[in-house]
């Protein structure tokens, strides 16, 4: 695995985090060595939506000790206030420089070492996205209830199909985040607007491990009321998408490729 600043990473893992100090560190040692001796070159964003604990701390010191081949292994962008989970998705995104992305929680319970395995899976299989499926959730039976419960009523509402949308890691297309509109929500709709964009999208079974350190932001009753309307909002959005790859070529660039 290298990092480098001279030239764009092949690669960029982008980890939203609202006051999770003490996890940010254990999972850059994860990531470093969940893609030790990989040839692609890889850069990590976190994104501190106004964390009120020692987080912008970690992370500035964390981009100064943690260096790899060319540089610092760890960018960190900061929210000038709290905007939730989807504006720190999209504001990753927009900084990161690599050709693929992957995405992670930032409360621990996702493993990286999925990350590299879905992005070969991706590769293999010539997708858009690869999204994770949590094999065996390590939460309460409340919370596992009622993500089986709002993931069928997606389903049923949008017309789509995903196992899991509240998963946090998948590999996804840089291209093609570019084309994803930005609203609170966006992170747990993503793999239906990429099909409603077009874009191809497989399903991939991941690690999910309990958490260690920290305490939850989310809950049941804060999620509920919101998710049920974005669940229609998703579904316009779905039946009046335009495709994103809608351009059949562009003449001035067939013609410079000829003349080379």
């Not at 009120?52 to 964390?62: E, K």
């Not at 009523?153 to 946090?168: A, E, I, K, L, P």
């Not at 920290?214 to 974005?230: A, P």
């Not at 039946?239 to 067939?254: H, S, T």
């Amino acid at each position: 695995m290298t990092f480098s600043h001279s030239s764009a990473p092949y690669f960029s893992i982008v980890i939203p985090v609202f006051d999770e100090a003490e996890n940010i560190e254990p999972m850059v040692r994860e990531i470093q060595a969940a893609f030790r001796g990989r040839a692609e070159s890889c850069e990590v964003i976190f994104v501190d939506d106004a964390s009120r604990d020692d987080s912008p701390a970690v992370l500035r010191r964390l981009a100064e000790e943690v260096t790899g081949e060319g540089g610092s292994v760890v960018r960190s962008l900061r929210h000038r206030r709290n905007f939730g989970q989807s504006a720190a998705v999209a504001s990753g995104f927009r900084a990161a420089r690599g050709e693929w992305i992957g995405t992670l929680d930032g409360d621990g319970q996702n493993d990286p070492a999925d990350l590299p395995r879905m992005l070969d899976e991706a590769r293999r299989l010539g997708v858009d996205c690869v999204t994770g499926v949590r094999a065996r959730r390590q939460d309460s039976f409340v919370r596992k209830f009622s993500s089986r419960v709002a993931n069928g009523f997606r389903d049923w509402v949008t017309g789509d199909r995903v196992s899991d949308s509240g998963c946090g890691v998948r590999v996804v297309r840089a291209a093609c985040v570019r084309e994803l509109p930005v609203f609170n929500g966006l992170h747990r709709f993503m793999p239906t607007l990429l099909r409603a964009k077009g874009f191809s999208v497989a399903e991939f079974p991941v690690n999910h491990r309990p958490r260690l350190r920290g305490v939850s932001k989310y809950g049941v009753h804060n999620r509920l009321w919101r998710g049920i309307r974005d669940c229609f909002g998703v579904r316009w959005f779905s039946a009046r998408a335009v495709p994103a790859e809608r351009v059949e070529n562009e003449i001035g660039e067939e013609r410079g490729q000829e003349r080379r």
